[in-house]
């Protein structure tokens, strides 16, 4: 399956947009990296391929229907979305807000059925969390929270998962858990969007890059060929060193003066 971008265009304010004929897929199999300065358009374009905003122009398909034509339902059904941030109404437990994951799943005025509950405690235990199922969300820490809404996303079983920024504010240890869990499930067909402000974790996780810079690609393809030094300076407008061997680089840093 594809989720594909054709000539997309999105502005905020009238006359000034934020995105300008941006043409890109999310292919089953695959986990893309979005990368890209702050305000380069990252977010926004997820979120019109996700469904959650309407662009000005240009049209995103899911393999050869485009994307409005699905009801909200059929939507969530196919791609999931999982925010930066998430603060729901009442407290809720961790395992409460995995499970709303299945919402897509479950009839009005039904109540889950047994492979949602287990859908939401498989999703935990990918990430390591079981221990955390009864704790309410709200007396989490910043970066718990973000894996339990990694988990909820999960736990929706859409084709394609589109994730924004999943990695920030996260220890190495758990960037390694997150990005490993949905790298496992990539392997199982799954295609993954990933925003995120690390290109080297798009080095060390990604199949394809896309990088970002003033609401256009300016590059995209392998790791190894966008997360370098030229394409890198031209986006954030500083020098990088690339350090690695003759398969490409390993990592990527700021150059010092």
Excluded at 64 to 72: D, Q, Y
Excluded at 125 to 148: C, I, K, N, Q, W
Aim: glycine letters at 10%; one cysteine or more.
């Amino acid at each position: 399956m594809r989720l594909r971008a054709q000539d997309l265009v999105y502005a905020y304010i009238p006359g000034r947009p934020v995105l300008r004929g941006i043409t890109l897929e999310l292919r089953s199999g695959e986990m893309a990296f979005l990368l890209g300065p702050n305000g380069s358009g990252k977010t926004t374009f997820l979120d019109c391929i996700g469904g959650l905003r309407a662009p000005a122009g240009g049209v995103v398909f899911l393999d050869e229907r485009a994307l409005g034509s699905f009801s909200a339902r059929e939507r969530a059904r196919l791609v999931g979305y999982v925010p930066q941030f998430h603060e729901p109404p009442f407290n809720f437990t961790a395992w409460e807000v995995v499970l709303m994951g299945r919402a897509p799943y479950v009839r009005w005025l039904s109540q889950p059925k047994a492979r949602d509950r287990r859908a939401a405690d498989e999703a935990l235990a990918a990430l390591d969390l079981a221990g955390f199922r009864d704790r309410p969300y709200y007396t989490l820490s910043g970066g718990e929270r973000r894996l339990v809404l990694v988990a909820r996303g999960l736990a929706q079983g859409a084709a394609f998962l589109l994730l924004d920024e999943p990695d920030a504010h996260l220890d190495p240890a758990n960037q390694h858990r997150v990005l490993l869990a949905v790298q496992e499930v990539v392997g199982e067909g799954l295609a993954a969007g990933i925003t995120s402000h690390s290109p080297n974790n798009a080095l060390l996780y990604a199949d394809r890059v896309a990088l970002f810079a003033a609401g256009e690609v300016l590059a995209q393809g392998v790791p190894a060929a966008v997360v370098a030094p030229p394409f890198l300076e031209r986006a954030y407008g500083i020098p990088f060193i690339a350090v690695g061997d003759g398969d490409g680089p390993r990592a990527v840093l700021p150059a010092l003066d």
